[in-house]
């Protein structure tokens, strides 16, 4: 990013004292660590009980599309688990 600015730090009316500066900010030292995600599903059926799915996700630091920028990339690890159940009547 970069940010140029003009100002009049002057309010008397004088016009001819300006102030310029310009700021380039730039993003160093991030950890570019390539992340992993897995997704897994398990689903049984218990004879005329009914069935149990489970299912489980895990997405690591640093993971992200091939074209996300890297402040979009997850930041931390994040594990899901689901359990459902579908019984007969």
């Not at 009316?13 to 660590?33: H, P, S």
């Not at 149990?52 to 594990?79: C, D, P």
Request: include cysteine; hydrophobic fraction near 40%; glycine fraction near 10%.
């Amino acid at each position: 990013m970069i940010m140029i600015g003009v100002r009049n730090p002057r309010d008397d009316g004088k016009i001819y004292d300006v102030c310029l500066w310009a700021d380039e900010l730039r993003l160093t030292e991030f950890d570019q660590t390539a992340g992993w995600a897995a997704n897994a599903v398990v689903s049984a059926k218990l004879a005329d009980l009914g069935t149990v799915t489970g299912s489980f996700r895990h997405i690591g630091f640093g993971f992200g599309g091939v074209q996300t920028k890297i402040s979009e990339r997850a930041r931390s690890n994040t594990n899901q688990f689901d359990i459902s159940t579908n019984l007969e009547s």
